[in-house]
C-alpha cells in the first residue's frame, strides 16, 4: 500500500515516467511496477501512455488528487525541508518523500513560501559523512561501530544503537543504546573520530519506547556553577542561558550562575561574549578564556605579510 500511494504520488509529481525509471526509484523489478500500475488503474486513477521522447506512463490531463489535508504553505515547507536534509545526508529516499509533497502543491505559479529552510553551515564536510552513516544505520536498523572522544578528551571504542539524529544550538547530536554501558547515551557527532555500520540488526521501535527525552545537558554526573558578571545583558541572552536568577550589581553589572558543561564550546561562546560577559568563577575557565583572547589579541596585532 505505501509503495502504491508513493508511485500515485511520483506520476502527480513527475507527471510521466517510464517503467525502468519507476523500477529504479522503487527498487523493484519492472514486472512488480506494470503491476502496481494496473492496481492503481483499478483504483480509478486515470493512467494514459505517452509515446515519445519523454514521454511514458502518465496520469490523465487535469487530472487532480483531493489535496486538503494540508495547506499549500504547509506543503511547501515539508518538501523544502525534506530537500534540504536530504542533500546534507545523502538519502534519495528524503527526496522521494519531498517528491510526494511536491506532488500535492496546485500546478502553476505558487504563492512563495514565508520559509525558507537552508542547512548551508548545519554541517562542516569532516562531519557530513558520519551523519549520513548514522542516517544509514538508523535507517536499516544496524548497530555502529564508533571512535568517541568525550568532553574530557578520552578516546574509546563502542558498539552503539542509533536511534535519532537531532540538530540543536548549532551541533550535531546522536541519540543512542551504548552497548558498552548498557545505557542510553547522547553523543556529539564532531566528536564521534570513526565509524562503520556492522552486521548486527536492533530493535529500534522498542528502544525508542524507553528513550530518554533530549537534553544536550548531561545531568547524570555533577556539573558545578559558573559564575557569570554581564553588563546590561539583553533579554535575549538571558533566554538563550536559561532565565538564570540575577543579582544586580553596580553601574549596570549582573551576576548570576549557569550550570553548563565546561567544554572547549563553553570556552569559545564565553570569548564570543566578551567583553560584555565575564567569568568570575571558576577560576580555572577565567584563565583559560583569558589566554585565548591574548592569543587572538596577538595574532590580530601582529602586521599582515607582505604579498
Do not use: N
Request: proline share 7%; with cysteine.
Amino acid at each position: 500500500m505505501e509503495r502504491l500511494l508513493a508511485l500515485a504520488m511520483t506520476l502527480l509529481y513527475r507527471r510521466t515516467a517510464t517503467v525502468p525509471t519507476l523500477a529504479r526509484r522503487f527498487g523493484v523489478s519492472e514486472r512488480t511496477i506494470f503491476r502496481d500500475l494496473g492496481l492503481l488503474d483499478a483504483a480509478g486513477l486515470p493512467l494514459v501512455s505517452c509515446p515519445g521522447r519523454g514521454g511514458g506512463i502518465g496520469l490523465a490531463k487535469g487530472f487532480r488528487l483531493e489535496r486538503q489535508l494540508f495547506s499549500e504553505h504547509a506543503l511547501g515547507v515539508w518538501s523544502e525541508s525534506l530537500r534540504a536534509l536530504s542533500e546534507l545526508a545523502g538519502d534519495e529516499a528524503l527526496g522521494t518523500d519531498a517528491d510526494l509533497a511536491e506532488g500535492l502543491l496546485p500546478d502553476g505559479p505558487a504563492s512563495p513560501s514565508a520559509i525558507e529552510v537552508r542547512w548551508d553551515h548545519a554541517a562542516t564536510e569532516s562531519v557530513k559523512p558520519i551523519l549520513r552513516l548514522a542516517a544509514s544505520a538508523i535507517r536499516d536498523g544496524l548497530a555502529l561501530e564508533i571512535g568517541y572522544r568525550d568532553r574530557d578528551g578520552e578516546a574509546s571504542c563502542r558498539t552503539i544503537e542509533p536511534l535519532r539524529l537531532v540538530h540543536s544550538g548549532g551541533t550535531w547530536y546522536l541519540q543512542a543504546w551504548c552497548r558498552m554501558r548498557s545505557a542510553y547515551r547522547l553523543f556529539r557527532v564532531p566528536r564521534i573520530r570513526s565509524g562503520s555500520i556492522g552486521q548486527d540488526r536492533f530493535d529500534r521501535m522498542m528502544r525508542l519506547r524507553d528513550l530518554p527525552a533530549f537534553d544536550p545537558i548531561d545531568t547524570s554526573r555533577h556539573i558545578p556553577p559558573v559564575r557569570l558578571s554581564a553588563i546590561d545583558p539583553s533579554p535575549d541572552l538571558l533566554a538563550y542561558l536559561g532565565d538564570p536568577p540575577r543579582i544586580a550589581g553596580k553601574d549596570g553589572q549582573v551576576e548570576f550562575e549557569i550550570r553548563w558543561p565546561v567544554d572547549g564550546w563553553l570556552e569559545r561562546w564565553l570569548c564570543g561574549q566578551a567583553p560584555e560577559v565575564t567569568v568570575l568563577e571558576p577560576q580555572d575557565l577565567r584563565l583559560r578564556i583569558a589566554q585565548r583572547l591574548e592569543a587572538s589579541a596577538r595574532a590580530y596585532g601582529a602586521p599582515l605579510p607582505k604579498p
